[in-house]
């Protein structure tokens, strides 16, 4: 049976207001047993990889994907599970941390403009340039450190402007062949609870435990409004956000794989075709190799 997997409910339309207290972190999953959702996932795996070639072969567009989300959101288990198929060659991961001095001394887009994907690539920011409208907005001191001539108070209008430069950038991007996809992987704070305990009760996982997260944890209703004001203003049909639910990891997996797929498959991408002369050469090399 051909399951399909509806990735689209879950974008957020150009110019609505978003709420995300009505966006749900847990839906029907689409798979009904572990061993299915291996299948899915295989089937969902063995389509990137073939448009991936494509993408590769064509050699015109670029796909970046953005992946922006809470503390144990999954964004690593997603970047895992769906890009394993993907040729390394074809496929570029950037994760972007707490600027450093130099990021600093530059407008907030210029450290992950030297890491957009080439023609041909995969891009993937785990985190990225929209942290200037998140966790900045949510810590405006943060806007101190980067010394912007006239800045006061960081209040409406800043972030507005903030937000057009994203908008007017990804659209400069989208003119010039990259093609956008950005996924909020949707957590509950219950079930953020859950994984942060996880990651204490479980020595194989301490590692992950970063006290940090608690102090953004208290932060939640906060975040919460500067994502929700950063996807309203910044979700449009050429570089639409995907709000989706992420209580259940394999779930969110899947969702994420077919949007991706979508993004891809609305390119069109065909394999690159040889002119006539360029064919006649290529069978004469083939004759001359046969000899
Ligand atoms: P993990 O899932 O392993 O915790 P992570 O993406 O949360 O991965 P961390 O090293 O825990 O990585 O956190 C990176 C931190 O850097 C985040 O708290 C994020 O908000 C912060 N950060 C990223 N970009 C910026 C920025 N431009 N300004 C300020 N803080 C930023
Ligand atoms: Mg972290």
């Known amino acids: 049976m051909k399951t399909k997997i509806d990735a689209d409910r879950f974008r ?13 972190t847990d839906v029907a999953p689409v798979y009904d047993s572990k ?26 567009y670029a796909l970046l994907l953005i992946f922006q989300a809470m503390d144990a959101a999954g964004k ?9 198929g993907i040729n390394p060659q074809g496929c570029q991961v950037f994760s972007f941390k707490h600027p450093s001095a130099t990021d600093l001394d530059h407008d907030f887009l210029w ?14 920011f785990n985190r990225s340039y929209y942290e200037e409208v998140l966790v900045v907005r949510v810590h405006p001191n943060l806007v101190r450190g980067q010394r912007i001539p006239g800045f006061t108070t960081a209040r409406g209008p800043f972030w507005k402007d903030r937000y057009q430069s994203i908008v007017d950038f990804e659209r400069h991007l989208g003119r010039n062949g990259t093609r956008i996809v950005k996924f909020y992987l949707h957590l509950s704070k219950k ?9 204490i009760e479980d020595s194989d996982k ?13 932060l939640w209703r906060q975040y ?17 956000w995907y709000a989706v639910p992420a209580d ?3 779930n969110a997996r899947l969702i994420v794989s077919q949007a991706i797929i979508d993004a891809l498959t609305s390119l069109k991408l065909t394999y690159p075709e040889l002119d006539a002369a360029a064919r006649r050469q290529l069978k004469e090399i083939g004759r001359q190799l046969a000899k």
């Open 206 to 218: 301490n590692w992950k435990f970063s006290v940090g997260d608690l102090e953004e944890r208290r």
């Open 35 to 60: 061993d299915h959702y291996g299948e899915l996932l295989e089937r969902q795996v063995d389509q990137l990889s073939e448009l991936q070639e494509r993408l590769y072969a064509a050699d015109s």
């Open 224 to 240: 919460m409004a500067a994502y929700e004001a950063c996807m309203s203003a910044t979700s449009t049909a050429e570089a639409p």
């Open 248 to 250: 259940d990891k394999k």
């Open 191 to 199: 079930e953020q609870r859950k994984r942060l305990l996880a990651r």
């Open 12 to 24: 957020v339309r150009q110019g609505s207001r978003l709420r995300l207290t009505r966006c749900p």
């Open 111 to 124: 450290r992950t403009t030297t890491c957009l994907p080439e023609r041909g690539r995969i891009g993937i």
């Open 76 to 84: 690593d288990g997603v970047l895992k599970h769906v890009m394993s």
